[in-house]
């Protein structure tokens, strides 16, 4: 009689095993968490990533949504108690322009700002206080446009509340995904669509709107390409989307896209960029104290044992090339998000990207 104990079949061949043990390794680097919990959540889902994913930020958002509601549902005295101990300047209000903003010089006027930042919603901790910092960012610099990546929905909510004079675009609205805000007093929305990458292993794709400054034409595009160096392949694809989208475009339109790109320089060098395109770094000099917006040895929000400092975020800009058609032109750029916030922690693990643009 054949022996039926499962002893004498192994459990799982060893590249079923390997494989596993990758998509654990992935799992934990888009998730922000342990392998543990990715091999939980991996085989509850029969291994698939996406829906693992989905099913771990579906729980998280309970728990942070279960959080809100406790802090917003506090008692009169605890919460009489916080206004009194808050100071102005711990209160940001974006629900109007700041003066700098309502009264520009002419020169400041005609210049369109933008800042890109990964905010790092999958890490909820100090998430409010971190979301209160990009706010700050937000009445500092005052961005005509803003691209942000990696947001979740409570993220997004708090922004709807505190940045009411901007018009928010979400790419999704489960797990995480990227967005935008757009100044109302400064630009003008006409339409937006997301564009899908077919083989996105992470929930991935392209933010596109199509919207007016100062009455010109002006396509804005935002995106979080596939994480991780095992990844190169589908992020090199992705670029290849965007870039094509970039060229076609009518040449009447001006076209900036920002983005937390996972790039690698010889990754780019692969798919190459159209002569029309040009990486904003580079145009303005590659000035090295605004070269690595992925940093571990001066960010510590992430705590890794090695350090790692890449150029992960970019701006791109194609600009228009009709006669008679103002092109953007690139005049400055800056790293944001250097200081720390009082829980100790930086508003995300990446450092936002600021930069401006003058019309020729």
């Not at 571990?296 to 890449?310: F, G, L």
Request: glycine share 6%.
């Amino acid at each position: 009689m054949a022996s039926t104990s499962g002893s004498d079949v192994p459990s799982c061949a060893p590249d079923v095993e390997k494989g596993r043990t990758r998509l654990c390794d992935e799992f934990a680097a888009v998730a922000g968490t342990d392998s543990a919990v990715a091999q939980c959540y991996l085989a509850e889902n029969d291994w698939e990533m996406e829906r693992a994913l989905n099913s771990f930020f579906e729980a998280d958002m309970e728990r942070i949504c279960a959080e809100d509601f406790e802090e917003n549902n506090s008692s009169p005295q605890k919460k009489r108690q916080k206004t009194e101990n808050t100071t102005s300047s711990d209160c940001i209000d974006l629900t109007k322009d700041s003066p700098a903003v309502q009264k520009p010089s002419d020169e400041d006027d005609s210049k369109l700002s933008l800042i890109s930042w990964n905010v790092d919603g999958l890490d909820t901790d100090n998430l409010a206080e971190r979301a209160r910092g990009l706010c700050s960012y937000l009445v500092l610099y005052t961005p005509d446009v803003v691209f942000l990546q990696e947001l979740i929905p409570p993220y997004v909510q708090y922004l709807k509340k505190r940045a009411v004079s901007y018009l928010i675009l979400e790419a999704g609205e489960d797990g995480y995904f990227t967005g935008m805000m757009l100044k109302k007093s400064r630009v003008k929305f006409l339409e937006s669509e997301i564009v899908n990458y077919p083989t996105t292993q992470m929930m991935r794709n392209l933010l596109v709107a199509q919207v007016t400054f100062k009455g010109h034409k002006l396509c804005l595009m935002t995106s979080h390409l596939e994480s991780c160096k095992g990844h190169a392949g589908e992020r090199m694809k992705q670029l290849q989307v965007l870039m094509q989208r970039m060229k076609k475009a009518p040449d009447d339109i001006n076209i900036l896209f920002g983005g937390d790109t996972n790039l690698r320089d010889t990754e780019v060098a692969k798919v190459g960029l159209p002569s029309s395109v040009c990486d904003v770094w580079e145009r303005l000099g590659k000035q090295e104290h605004c070269r690595y917006t992925w940093d571990t040895k001066a960010n510590n929000n992430k705590t890794v044992p090695y350090v790692s400092r890449c150029r992960f975020d970019r701006i791109y800009l194609r600009p228009a090339t009709k006669e008679g058609v103002p092109h953007l032109a690139p005049d400055h750029l800056a790293l944001v998000g250097l200081e720390k916030l009082d829980c100790g922690r930086y508003t995300s693990d990446h450092w936002g990207i600021y930069c401006s643009f003058t019309a020729e």
